[in-house]
């Protein structure tokens, strides 16, 4: 198994312009999480999807993000209309447990840089 | 509210020093604490548990419930050692569902 797969790996934008992340989960696997990486804050739980279902997105900045999950194999991360400080590194991660005692396996990231 | 605290952003050892990486955490159930490492150009991955009670790579951790800690500590630092590591914690808040929160990471330094 390649593990968990992100794209776009890199990604510039500028301000106001819109941004999709996508990730597809190891297979068999019934939750997903997305967080965001930066120097100040660290590693943040932006959602997280259980059997595809939205089960937690309190920590979702503001409306201009939003997550869906269509199906298993496939997630994405949008922000509309994309700002500076919005520039940050993505994960998606994935695990087959409940994380009390599991373990998340992570993307390598998409690291967002918006001008 | 739940919360870990890693309060040092970066730790220099030279190869063959003890090292000890500071974890601290706020929450009034039962814990269970991991660490995450991250090597250059590597994903984020699993370094050890607490409910396993493992060394791994020369690492360990305890939790210490009356000082609410979980230090990771190797005797002996190698240069392969050097990476970013978090400390998470995971709990349950709400049912079945449970979350994982990081602390916001310390970077190791191992210089030969």
């Known amino acids: 198994d390649a593990g968990v797969i992100q794209s776009p790996r890199h990604e510039v934008t500028e301000m106001g312009q819109e941004v999709t992340l996508r990730c597809k989960p190891i297979s068999g696997h019934n939750s997903l999480f997305w967080y965001r990486q930066t120097m100040m804050r660290g590693l943040e739980l932006l959602i997280y999807?259980?059997?595809?279902?939205?089960?937690?997105d309190s920590g979702m900045p503001e409306d201009r993000f939003s997550a869906k999950m269509p199906n298993a194999s496939f997630s994405t991360l949008k922000i509309q209309p994309s700002e500076p400080r919005d520039s940050a590194v993505y994960f998606c991660?994935?695990?087959?447990?409940?994380?009390?005692?599991?373990?998340?396996?992570f993307g390598e990231g998409s690291r967002l840089t918006v001008l | 509210a739940q919360r870990v605290t890693q309060p040092e952003k970066l730790l220099s050892v030279f190869k063959g020093a003890p090292v000890e990486l500071k974890c601290n955490y706020s929450y009034s159930g039962s814990p269970e604490l991991f660490w995450y490492v991250q090597y250059s150009r590597q994903r984020l991955q699993l370094l050890l548990r607490h409910i396993s009670r493992e060394s791994i790579k020369g690492f360990t951790a305890d939790l210490n419930k009356g000082e609410t800690s979980f230090h990771l500590k190797k005797p002996f630092a190698q240069e392969e050692d050097s990476a970013m590591y978090y400390c998470a914690l995971s709990f349950r808040y709400t049912g079945a569902n449970s979350k994982l929160t990081f602390g916001k990471g310390i970077t190791l330094s191992v210089r030969p």
């Open positions: 999807f259980n059997n595809n279902v939205p089960i937690d």
């Open positions: 991660a994935s695990s087959s447990d409940t994380v009390i005692t599991g373990e998340l396996f």
